[in-house]
């Protein structure tokens, strides 16, 4: 009787789970299904009854998904419930590393648009400048200038009589930045997403802000890994004692 007791008191219905995270308990069963939570026992009416274990795995994947996304999570939840830790881990590693990695870039791109703004004066007439002169002013081929355009970079115009690529400002504080960053050793892909993102703020105006909001960014990405690690580790320690 004691025993049956235990169980009754430790058996919990998708419904319990559900409450805790304002979710539907359907939303649990698919959970369950997609390997994020382990098998659950059935009853001889076929209802799944959960445990403590799988209210914790349940808490565990929900915080990992606001640290790696939700097919990272899950992929994560799936190799820990199969006792795949090694994969755990990895899977674990890899969104930290490109987490550290995007931190470097947006410190690179801080610095590297500090040093063009105290040390890059803008064309004194304000015109724009023609592929040679860009490529003068940056040190680099007129061949890497029609590159970075083909990427997504750079966007010049056609001067209308000649119909030759002439540089704006907009388009000359691009390629600047694309050289800083380029001599950091990033990617043409990466550096074309950022310059996008630095367009879609507004310009130097709204550098400032977008730089602030990308470091808040990080810095709640890092504390979601964290939250994330912490109940990753009481859901392994459970299963060790399970």
């Known amino acids: ?15 319990d789970l559900a409450r805790e995270h304002a979710m539907s ?12 939570l382990p098998p659950a026992e ?17 808490r565990t994947f929900l915080a990992l ?5 939700h097919a990272h999570a899950t992929e994560i939840m799936r190799a ?17 590393l490109a987490l550290h990695a995007e931190r470097d870039t947006r410190t690179e791109v801080a610095t ?22 860009l490529a003068r002013r940056l040190g680099v081929h007129p061949a890497t200038l029609r590159s970075w355009e083909t990427e997504g970079i ?21 390629a600047e930045i694309a050289r800083q960053l380029r001599r950091g050793g990033y ?15 507004g310009g130097a105006d709204a550098l400032s802000a977008f730089l602030g909001s990308w470091q808040a960014r990080l810095a709640n990405r890092s504390r979601s890994l964290l939250a994330g690690a912490a109940q990753l580790d009481a859901y392994l320690t459970m299963l060790d004692r399970t």
């Open 1 to 15: 009787m004691r025993a049956r007791s235990l169980k009754r008191r430790y058996t919990l219905r998708p419904v």
């Open 25 to 36: 308990a359907q939303a649990v069963r698919n959970y369950e299904d997609a390997g994020v």
């Open 42 to 58: 059935r009853g001889d009416t076929g209802y799944r009854h959960y445990t403590p274990l799988h209210a914790q795995a349940l």
């Open 65 to 69: 998904r606001a640290g790696h996304g």
């Open 80 to 96: 820990t419930n199969r006792g795949d830790t090694e994969s755990a881990y990895r899977l674990v590693d890899a969104t930290h």
């Open 112 to 133: 590297a648009l500090d040093t063009l703004s105290t040390t890059t004066p803008a064309p004194a007439d304000g015109r724009p400048l023609t592929v040679g002169e």
């Open 154 to 174: 750079l966007n010049p115009e056609r001067d209308r009589p000649t119909g030759y690529r002439v540089y704006a400002p907009d388009c000359v504080r691009d």
């Open 187 to 201: 990617p043409l892909r990466q550096v074309a997403r950022f310059v996008e993102s630095l367009r879609e703020a």
